[in-house]
């Protein structure tokens, strides 16, 4: 069974801090995909890093590809309060559209 | 964007029923879908991979009796929970794909059992 560790579980943290998620498998990926979800809705795709050492910037969001494709981190600058959700990393091994998702990260951002 | 729409939201029902979910892809035809049932503040975990024509594959410990998949067409695979227990009771989702190497969700079902 491959799995995807996400450190930390819970963090919560004011307007305006930065902050970093991270996500790392003894397992090598083909690509892996950053998802963030909300209460009582489906998880809704952020990016997807494919080639190790990628780095990708979505507005205050970096995500990084390690170089071995075993690990992943997401950067949040200057978290907002509609930030807040549960983020996930997901990994394809290249079997079909498979994903084994990371045990996930829940982000509070408060005023 | 593809759009993979999941019903009913959210189900309640007596301990023993039968509960069923579809899971439909709207603007695109999907060979395979995936089911995944999350507990509260944890993650998705995969329960089984539904190819159409064909039977499903369950992930090692789901119960393939307990937890029904039809996949009957390109655009609509359905997870039947029978003689559900309150320990079914969870947050079941749906995705669909790949289009352009993306997978698509369902907003999810609630199945709470009394």
């Known amino acids: 069974t491959q799995l995807l560790e996400q450190s930390p579980q819970f963090l919560s943290i004011q307007e305006g801090e930065n902050l970093t998620v991270y996500c790392n498998s003894s397992?090598?990926?083909?690509?892996l995909q950053w998802y963030r979800q909300e209460p009582g809705e489906g998880p809704v795709l952020l990016v997807t890093v494919v080639t190790g050492g990628e780095v990708k910037k979505l507005k205050r969001l970096t995500f990084q590809f390690g170089d071995a494709r075993k690990d992943s981190s997401l950067h949040i600058t200057a978290a907002q309060p509609g930030d807040t959700g549960l983020y996930l990393c997901?990994?394809?091994?290249?079997?079909?559209?498979?994903?084994?998702f990371g045990t996930g990260t829940r982000l509070q951002v408060t005023l | 964007g593809a759009v993979v729409s999941q019903h009913p939201s959210r189900v309640i029902c007596k301990s023993g029923t039968s509960v069923k979910i579809e899971c439909r892809s709207l603007?695109?035809?999907?060979?395979?879908m995936f089911w995944y049932r999350q507990f509260p503040k944890q993650s998705l975990m995969l329960m089984a991979t539904s190819n159409e024509g064909s039977k499903a594959t369950y992930e090692q410990g789901v119960e393939k009796d307990k937890f029904l998949i039809n996949h009957a067409s390109l655009t609509l695979s359905t997870l039947t929970v029978t003689s559900a227990h309150p320990e079914d009771s969870s947050f079941y989702i749906c995705s669909a794909g790949p289009v352009r190497e993306k997978l698509f969700f369902g907003s999810g079902t609630q199945l709470s059992v009394l």
């Open positions: 603007d695109f035809q999907a060979t395979t």
């Open positions: 397992s090598v990926f083909s690509s």
């Open positions: 997901a990994g394809h091994t290249g079997t079909a559209s498979k994903l084994t």
